[in-house]
């Protein structure tokens, strides 16, 4: 499998107490929190393309432009989609939106990169040891 165009990846969550923005901070606002929503989409967008991913590769997440529409309570089930629009060399754009069991709650776009995770890795625990 080839990661083209086209590719999309989903992940439905219900809505619990800890995924609220009361649970992050936001005293007494029981609704999904923006935070916890972006987690959704960047991980529909990791599902997209793992199953085309080479061993040892993954992606990262370098940008992401969301417009949270609207309020999910605690109970309702929320489904994150990601859709690969554009692939341009290790560049990935997504295309993301969430809908909950009344309405679209987000949209927007995400872009990844493809990287080999034992140099990323490697990377990391140089800059890690630098502090």
Same mark, same amino acid.
């Not at 439905?12 to 999904?32: K, Q, R, S």
């Not at 609207?70 to 990935?92: H, I, Q, Y």
């Given at each position: 499998? &080839?990661?083209?165009? +086209?590719?999309?990846? &989903?992940?439905?969550?219900?809505?619990?107490?800890?995924? #609220?923005?009361?649970?992050? +901070?936001?005293?007494?606002?029981?609704?999904?929190?923006?935070p916890?929503?972006?987690?959704?989409l960047?991980a529909?967008?990791?599902?997209?393309?793992?199953?085309?991913?080479?061993?040892?590769?993954? #992606?990262?997440?370098?940008?992401?432009?969301?417009?949270h529409?609207?309020?999910?309570?605690?109970?309702?089930?929320?489904?994150?989609?990601?859709?690969?629009?554009?692939?341009?060399?290790?560049?990935?754009?997504?295309?993301?939106?969430?809908?909950?069991?009344? &309405?679209?709650?987000?949209?927007?776009?995400? &872009?990844?990169?493809?990287?080999?995770?034992?140099?990323?890795?490697?990377?990391?625990?140089?800059?890690?040891?630098?502090?």
């Amino acid at each position: 499998m &080839e990661i083209a165009p +086209g590719l999309v990846g &989903e992940i439905e969550i219900t809505v619990a107490p800890a995924d #609220t923005a009361d649970a992050l +901070g936001n005293a007494g606002v029981h609704v999904l929190a923006t935070p916890r929503l972006v987690a959704l989409l960047e991980a529909a967008a990791i599902r997209a393309v793992e199953p085309a991913l080479a061993a040892g590769a993954g #992606t990262v997440g370098t940008r992401l432009d969301v417009r949270h529409l609207a309020a999910t309570p605690v109970g309702m089930r929320v489904r994150a989609r990601a859709t690969v629009r554009e692939v341009d060399g290790r560049r990935l754009l997504y295309d993301v939106e969430a809908h909950d069991e009344t &309405e679209q709650v987000a949209e927007g776009t995400h &872009e990844r990169f493809q990287i080999d995770q034992g140099r990323f890795l490697a990377r990391v625990a140089a800059k890690a040891r630098r502090t």
